[in-house]
Structures are given as C-alpha cells and as structure tokens.
C-alpha cells in the first residue's frame, strides 16, 4: 500500500517561483509519468517528492502522512537518477546492497535479497565488477535493482533512460512496464519523451512552466486534451492547429469555417457566431478525399513502409501533416483534397482551452 | 612541419633552462656539503675537488640531526592531521550545502594567507608564552594547522566539488545519513584529492621556518631550526651549512619526487583529469 496526495505544493528559489502550486492524487501502484518540455519543473517536482529539495509551501503525504520535513533517508522511496549515480568504488553487489546495509539489515539476507534483484534484472554474471566496466544498459539495470531490493513504497524514476541508444531505450521501456507489473508497486516517471509516457502510464501529469496543465489517461490526454499545449505537447506528428471562425451552434455542435472549408465539430460550450477559435485536428484523422472540405499541394512525401507523411499546404498558406497507413501512391507537387470526420477534430477557444467535446472517445472514458 | 620543429626545440630549450635554474642551487648545496670549508668558499668556484664527508660529520657531532627530524615529521604530519580535521568537514559544508555567502567566505579564508605572518608575530609569540606552549611541538602544530588552513580548505573544495551530487543523492535515498554519507561515499570518492592536500600541506609544514624559528629553541625545534644553527654567532661555515640543509631537505626531496603524480594533480586544483 503507498498512495501519494500532493496538495498545492509550491517551490520557490529566493524570489523565484518554479512550481506554482501542484495538486495531484498517486493511488496505490499506479504508474505516473511526468511529462513537459525541459524547464517546466517535472524533475523539481520529483525531487520535492524524494526530499532532495525543499519544499517552499503546501503539503505533501504519502499514506496519508505529512512528510514535508521528513529527511530522504526516511521517506522509503526509491530513486533511479538519469546519470545512475552509482557508487563507482564498489562492486554491483555492494551498489545493490548498499540501502539494506544502511537499513542494518543483516548479512545472509542482504545476499539473499541481491541476488533475488540480479536474477530478475539478469545481473547475476557482473555482481562482482565494478560500474566502470558496465555497459550504459547494465548501469542503468543495476540502478534499478539499487531501488529494488530495498521494496520501497514509491519508485521515483528520472528520465531513466535519456542515456541510452534508441535500440536499447524501446527494450528498457518494456522491461520497465514488466517490472512494474510484476512489483506491483506504485511508481513516478519523469520523461521528456511522449512514447515513455504513453506507453507506460496509468496516468499521465503534462506540466509546463510548474503548472499541471492536465491529468488523465495516456489516451484521454490524446483524444480529449484540455488545452492547446497539451493538444500540441501529445502526439507524434503533432496536431495540425487551423485558425477557425465560429459561424454558428447547435445541438449537433459548432459550425465552422477554417482554411476556406466548412465543418461541423461535435463540441459544447458557449462560442458566438464571429468568435476566432482554433481547429485541431491529428494528423491520422486527415484523409486524401477528391470530395474533402480542404484543398491544397502535396510539398513534401515522408514514407516510411508502414506509414506514409504527407506535407500539404491548404490554399489559404497553412501547412498541415496529413499521417496515412501503409505506402500511399500520392506522389509530390500534386494538387490534393483532404477530408475529415468532424467528430475527430477539437476546437479551442481564444484563451487554448478546449471546447467541451460532446461525444467521449472509447478507450477515453 | 619545420615551424613546429622549431617550436619544439624552443620549448625544449625554455624546459631545460628553467629546470636546471631551479635544481642549480640544490645542486650547488649537495656539491658544497662535500667540499672542504676552504674549498667551500674558493674563488672561482671549483668544481673538481677532493670529496670529503667531514662537514657532515662535524654538524652530526654538534647537533642530533635525528632529534630535529624526529620533530619535523611529528610537527608536520600533526599540523597536516589537524588541519585536515577541520578542513573536510568545512570543505562539505561549502562543497554540498552552498549558500549565497560560500563564495565569499571561501575567498576572505584565502585572503588570510596574504597577511604578512610577521605582523601577528607579537600576539602571537605573547599568547604561546602565556599558555606555555613555547618550544613545544603541540604549539607549533596547531599554527602549522592554522598557516595552512585556508589553502587546505580551497583544494579540499575543489576536490569534493568533482564529486557528482547525484552520488550524494543517491546515497541518502539509500538511507545514508551525514555521517554515512561522509564516511562510505564521500571520503572513499575522494581519496585521491584528500591525499594530494595532504602531501601539499606536509610539504608546507616541513619547509615553514618562520615560525618555527621564532617559537622553538630545542626542545621542538624542526630541520629548519636545525639548518638556521648553523649559520650563528661564529661566521658563516658554508660547507657545514651545506651539509646540515642537505641532510634537511633530503627526506622532504625524495618524498616530493615519489608524490610527484600525486602532487600535480594537487597543485593544479584538480583542474586537469
């Protein structure tokens, strides 16, 4: 059991606020990424939890307990730090068993609990090396089996795998969703890369400029993002944002004119006949149609086998990104007519906050 | 090619000159200790002559050259352990709980050292004479410690500031405390950085001769003393005094030449890996 509330914790360095105010509910084992641009104090934040930074105000509790002024070393969390900062005196071993020996933990169950975290970490054959004769992968490994032994109530990961080659990133990201399922423990994972957090997140915390920006799920963040920073922030293409004006509301949503095409989105919320608003809408949800709404000239042909780009500029001079499954035929510099469902576009009002959608996405519930 | 030649000559030139600048003194002292004292002060200086060690067993005669060293290694490792006892625990507390006055406090402790040491010679001397510490080891070390301080708390900083902080961190999310920290993570990193400021403070130690002239008389008295005996009240005996700094600087010589590696790394701060 280890659940974590954060509750308008603020962070200040001398007259200099870098997080405003965060209030976030971890349960027990889920898995919470942290994710913004670099600067927007996600890794701060992690260090507050840790008890490596102070904390200027509010109230953190894990278990329900207040442990503002609780020194790391008794906070029972576990961290695994981007640079792996291990002990590069001692062996593997003695890296693994370090918090146990800390902790008085008496010698036949150090052993026994180091060795249970090399078998699962496949460490078994470097126990006796020291870190400098590791490669990046089996550092990072024994970093991890660092915060394992010691079954903390928390694991806090800091962009753990930003060090390594992309081969070995994909491979460690489904190690780590394992590990995570096989622990049953409740972790939190900054990263900066959006296919870490989409794929290992129960939930997903988009900061920017130490404010949430939003909290959900990894695909209620992708199919329903309150704002415009997360709309752009989530997703690879990123959205294509169209300037918009509101023509008119009804039952069915708001009616609209962008890039010289009308449409109709499936969205709520008070808009005047008039107002400027912006359209997103994903690359995927763009489509070649000879009868679509939007006209414009093929620039660019990006194909990658499985998925084919396509860089369109509409007749009004905005670029869009157009992403189509398998090897699309359509060749560059040719006119082209793009259609799309208007149930798969978002519309933001003049301040990028989201106009409410009137129909949920499935998986987004 | 022929311009980087000649560059190369040039600073094997420039190399050598300097080198044999420097040894030329001590080369000429180890020469002169084996002279005669008439042959000792000749002119011109000779520098084909009959060796003799009879200097060196005149100055074992009129002092016990072991009792002097005895205390220049007791003074010296002394005052270098004491302190080191202050420095590292001041040097963490810079190094890895900086405030916005660390900077400062750093740079006034080092503009200590550029008070002339002649000017507090009278407190000084004034304040051993009323705690009775004239002429004893355990006064000269505590000023050895003291005279070196500054210098030993500024590469201690610098050594510790190599230390990745995130080691650090990670040592307290194991549940390390200060002291473990200190002890297990700390100290063990940073071995080498504390051993080269050793090795520079013991070579501090072992030359000071200002205050070990004015504080000791015989009972503390270092090599240095040892060496200042010997250009006293009966003129200058130059082959004698030669063989009295010779024996002196010998040990200090050849301690400094096995350290070498060790003490430019020291004496560089830790700016070159």
Redo the contacts between chains.
């Keep these: 059991m280890a659940t974590l509330q954060l509750r308008n914790l603020r962070k200040s360095y001398l007259a200099h606020e870098v997080i405003k105010g965060v209030d976030l509910e971890v349960a027990d084992r889920e898995f919470v990424v942290f994710v913004g641009p670099s600067g927007c104090g996600k890794s701060t934040l992690l260090r507050m939890i ?3 930074e102070e904390i200027t105000s509010g109230d953190l509790l894990i278990d329900g307990q207040r442990v503002n002024e609780v ?4 906070r029972g ?3 695994v ?3 792996y ?5 001692m062996t593997v071993r003695d890296n693994m068993g ?2 146990l020996r ?2 008085g933990v008496p010698k036949p169950e150090r052993a026994r609990k180091v060795a249970e975290a090399a078998r699962i970490l496949q460490l078994e054959p470097y126990l006796d090396r020291r870190p400098k004769e590791l490669s990046g992968g089996q550092r990072q490994r024994v970093a991890i089996g ?1 915060a394992i032994v ?1 079954n903390p109530r928390i694991f806090l990961f800091d962009e753990p795998l930003s060090n390594l080659d992309a081969a070995l990133r994909g491979q460690m990201r489904i190690e780590l969703a394992r590990l995570h399922e096989d622990l049953q423990a409740t972790m939190i994972y900054v990263t900066h890369d959006q296919v870490e957090a989409m794929t290992l997140a129960d939930k997903i915390v988009v900061l920017q400029a130490g404010r949430v920006e939003q909290v959900g799920s990894p695909l209620e963040l992708y199919h329903h993002p309150a704002n415009l920073f997360v709309a752009g922030f989530i997703g690879s293409p990123r959205m294509n944002l169209l300037e918009a004006r509101v023509l008119g509301a009804d039952g069915a949503g708001v009616m609209l004119e962008a890039a010289g095409a009308r449409l109709t989105v499936p969205a709520g919320g008070a808009s005047r006949p008039g107002a400027a608003v912006t359209l997103g809408i994903r690359p995927e949800a763009l489509r070649p149609d000879p009868a679509g709404a939007f006209a414009g000239e093929v620039r660019l042909v990006e194909r990658l086998g499985g998925l084919t780009l396509l860089h369109v500029t509409l007749v009004g001079g905005e670029a869009v990104v157009v992403q189509i499954e398998g090897s699309d035929p359509t060749p560059a510099h040719a006119p082209v007519r793009l259609g799309v469902e208007g149930a798969a576009c978002h519309v933001f009002d003049a301040e990028g906050q989201a106009l409410p959608a009137l129909g949920r996405h499935p998986l987004a519930a | 090619m022929r311009s980087s030649r000649r560059q190369m000559l040039l600073a094997t030139v420039l190399g050598w000159g300097a080198a044999l600048l420097l040894f030329f003194p001590i080369f000429w002292m180890v020469l002169t200790s084996f002279k005669s004292e008439i042959a000792a002060i000749a002119t011109p200086p000779q520098f084909l002559f009959a060796p003799t060690l009879e200097s060196y067993a005149e100055v074992q005669e009129r002092a016990d050259y072991l009792h002097f060293a005895l205390n220049s290694v007791l003074i010296s490792v002394g005052g270098t352990l004491l302190a080191l006892a202050f420095a590292i625990p001041a040097a963490y507390a810079m190094a890895f709980h900086p405030t916005a006055r660390t900077r400062s406090t750093l740079l006034w402790m080092l503009s200590t050292k550029m008070l002339p040491p002649v000017g507090v010679l009278v407190p000084i001397y004034l304040l051993f004479r009323s705690l009775g510490i004239l002429d004893t080891r355990s006064g000269l070390v505590v000023i050895y410690a003291l005279m070196n301080l500054p210098i030993v708390v500024w590469m201690l900083f610098t050594f510790f500031k190599e230390v ?1 902080g ?2 650090l ?9 200060t002291g ?1 920290e200190f002890w ?2 700390l100290l ?2 940073s071995v080498p950085g504390i051993a080269s400021t050793a090795l520079l403070s013991l070579i501090l130690c072992w030359n000071e001769a200002f205050w070990s002239l004015n504080l000791t008389t015989s009972e503390a008295a270092p090599l240095t003393t040892f060496i200042a005996s010997f250009s006293s009240p009966q003129g200058l005996f130059f082959a004698k005094l030669s063989a009295a700094s010779t024996i002196a600087v010998a040990p200090i010589l050849v301690f400094g030449w096995l350290s070498q590696r060790q003490l430019v790394r020291g004496l560089t701060f830790g700016a070159v890996k």
């Design positions: 840790a008890g490596l020194g790391p070393a008794d969390l576990a961290m730090f981007q640079s900062a291990l002990y590069p005196h370090f918090a800390m902790a660092r010691r | 990745p995130e080691i961190e990670a040592g307290r999310m194991d549940g390390a405390r473990s297990h993570l063990p990193l």
